[in-house]
């Protein structure tokens, strides 16, 4: 059984930083893709940065690129979401996931909350 389970979420003052980690078991996971995406209230799942098992390249979505940084390690299984400078607007419940040519799964999500 696939399991994705976040932690490092809380509340924070404008300008400070968090760090997500993202703990994966029953899966290869050195052979998926691994994201982190967030869900606003009232609003729609949206993208925020995607690492790839292959080549490494990392993607970021434009409102938190250069502020945030995603890094895995293979060994211990694990994604991190590093979130520097954060803004009122990044208050979210943030999800990983982990992608390949078969199912995805998701985590359960971690609350972030940034206080102005």
């Known amino acids: 059984q696939v399991q994705l389970v976040e932690s490092g979420g809380g509340l924070v003052q404008a300008g400070g930083s968090l760090r997500l980690s993202c703990a994966a078991t029953?899966?290869?996971?050195?052979?998926?893709?691994m994201g982190w995406y967030r869900q606003a209230p009232g609003k729609e799942r949206k993208f925020v940065a995607r690492?790839?098992?292959?080549?490494?390249?990392?993607y970021y979505a434009d409102p938190v690129r250069g502020r945030f940084t995603i890094s895995r390690d293979n060994a211990e299984n694990t994604v991190f979401l590093q979130m520097d400078n954060l803004k009122p607007e990044d208050t979210a419940i943030y999800y990983c996931?982990?992608?390949?040519?078969?199912?995805?799964?998701w985590g359960q999500g971690t609350q972030v909350t940034v206080s102005s």
């Open positions: 996931n982990a992608a390949s040519t078969g199912p995805n799964y």
């Open positions: 029953g899966l290869t996971f050195s052979e998926y893709d």
């Open positions: 690492i790839y098992w292959s080549s490494g390249i990392r």
